[in-house]
Nanobody, 131 residues
Framework: QVKLAESGGGSVKAGGSLTLSCTDS????????LGWFRQVSGKEREGVAT???????SYGDSVKGRFTVSKDKSKNTLHLQMNNLKPEDTAMYYC?????????????????????????WGAGKQVTVST
């Protein structure tokens, strides 16, 4: 059973910071990649951040240098620290688990927006950045 628990997010002014966390409590199912995507209504989703099994982080181009992804292995929790937030970061952020794999890295999974894998999407957390 796939189980993702998201926390964090909220509202902040431009230049501020927020944190998102995702705890993976999945049982009897392998999770190949865990990451964050975001989507604004009416627009295509965007890959935000993920981390490969060797600890290598990957980021979407628009968040590089501002967002940092980390993993607490003891709690199986993926954290996303979002600094210097901009109004264009406003979106619903989804913790997502890749349940299948074609042998791609998590970076490739993020870059292809998870289109080639079966994914489980968390309920989402709203992030709103005002001017």
């Amino acid at each position: 059973q796939v189980k993702l628990a998201e926390s964090g997010g909220g509202s902040v002014k431009a230049g501020g910071s927020l944190t998102l966390s995702c705890t993976d409590s999945t049982t009897a199912q392998r999770v190949y990649c865990l990451g964050w995507f975001r989507q604004v209504s009416g627009k295509e989703r965007e890959g935000v951040a993920t981390m490969d099994s060797d600890g290598t982080p990957s980021y979407g181009d628009s968040v590089k240098g501002r967002f940092t992804v980390s993993k607490d292995k003891s709690k199986n929790t993926l954290h996303l620290q979002m600094n210097n937030l901009k109004p264009e970061d406003t979106a619903m952020y989804y913790c997502t688990a890749a349940l299948t794999s074609r042998g791609e890295t998590c970076q490739e999974w993020l870059e292809t927006l998870g289109k080639h894998t079966a994914n489980y999407w968390g309920a989402g957390k709203q992030v709103t950045v005002s001017t």
